[in-house]
C-alpha cells in the first residue's frame, strides 16, 4: 500500500511538473513572437558583389601602381546626397599632379552631380562639370600620350604636391574599387592611367532593416533620480546634446538656436542608428522656467510635431529648461526567421 502511494505520488508530481514546464515553453514562444512583433522591418538599398557600399566608408589605392596614394572617404549628407572626396599625396619621386581625369562609370550622369571642387591648399573652389575629352592628355604628339584613348573624362582642372577632389552625388553609388582615371603631371611622364576606389555600378538590392521602437530624451537631468529615466536640457544658445533612445543608445542630436523674439528653434538630427516613428505627434517638447521635477507626461507637453525624414526643426517659446521626447526607432540586428 506504502509503495502503491508512493508511486502515485511521483507519478502526480512528474505530471505537474511537466504540465509547469509545456506552459513555461509556451510563455517563451509567446514573449518570442510579442519581442519580434517589436521589430519592424523597412528595406533599404546595400551593394553586393566585389563592389562596396558607398553610404560610408574610406578606401585607399594601395597597393596599386601608379605615382599617387589616393584615398577615398564617402560621407552620408542624411538628405539623399552623398559626398565623396579624394585626396592624393605624391609617392617617392613623383612629380606634382597637374590634374586628374575621371572615366565615368557608365552609370554615372552628369545630371546626378551637385556639385564638384577642388582643393590645392587654399579653400574648396567650385566649378561646373562637364563630360568631355580632355585635348592635353588625348592630343600628343606620340601615341604613349594618349593617356585617355579618346574617351569622354571629367577632368578636375587643378593640381599640385598634395590636392583635394569632391563630388556630391544625389544617388548611393556603389564604390569600384579599380575604377580607372587619368593623371596629367609634368614632362616624364606627361599622363598616365591610375587604378583608384572609384564611382562604381554595381546592382543595388533590397536588404531588411530592423527597427525597434524606442523612447527618446534629449540628454540632461533626470526628472526623476529613481524609476523614470526622462530627462530635461538646461538651454543654452548653441548647445548640442545627444538624442538618447531606450535610456542607453546615441541615435542623434537635439541642438538649441538663439532667442529671438521669445522663440527658440530647436532642431533634432538623427544619426544612421536612428528614425522617426511613423505615428502622429512623434516630437514632443515643453518648457519650463525652473529645473522640473516627478514623472513627465509628455502626451501634455506644450509643443507636438510631426517629424519625418533625418530632421526636425520646432519653434517654442523661450524657456530656461526643456524636456525634448521623442517617439523614436533605432536600428537593431533583424530576428532569425526559422
Known sequence: MKNTFTNYFKATLWSVAL????????????????????????????NTGNFLNARVGSYTNEGEAGPYDISLNVENNNDGTFTWTWDFANRE???DISHWNIIPAEC????????????IGNGWVSFDPTFGEDSSVTNGPSASLDCAQGTDVLKFDAGTSNVSYRLVL????????????????GNDPACGIITYPGIGCDTVIEEDTCYKDETAWSFGTRFNERGNWAMYTAYESGKEVALIAGQHYE???VSFGAVVDGEVEITISLNADGAFQDVASNVKIQGYDKAPSG???????????DASGSTFTATVPAAKFYGVHVDAARVVECPIEE
Open 93 to 95: 619621386g613623383a612629380q
Open 19 to 46: 504540465v509547469f514546464g509545456m506552459m513555461a515553453c509556451a510563455q517563451m514562444e509567446d514573449l518570442d513572437r510579442t519581442l519580434d512583433s517589436e521589430i519592424m522591418r523597412k528595406s533599404s538599398p546595400i
Open 295 to 305: 514623472n513627465p507626461a509628455p502626451g501634455r507637453f506644450a509643443f507636438h510635431g
Open 170 to 185: 544625389n544617388k548611393a553609388f556603389s564604390v569600384d574599387m579599380t575604377a580607372t582615371s587619368v593623371f596629367k603631371g
Open 251 to 253: 541615435i542623434g542630436t
Open 108 to 119: 554615372l550622369e552628369l545630371g546626378d552631380i551637385v556639385t564638384a571642387e577642388f582643393n
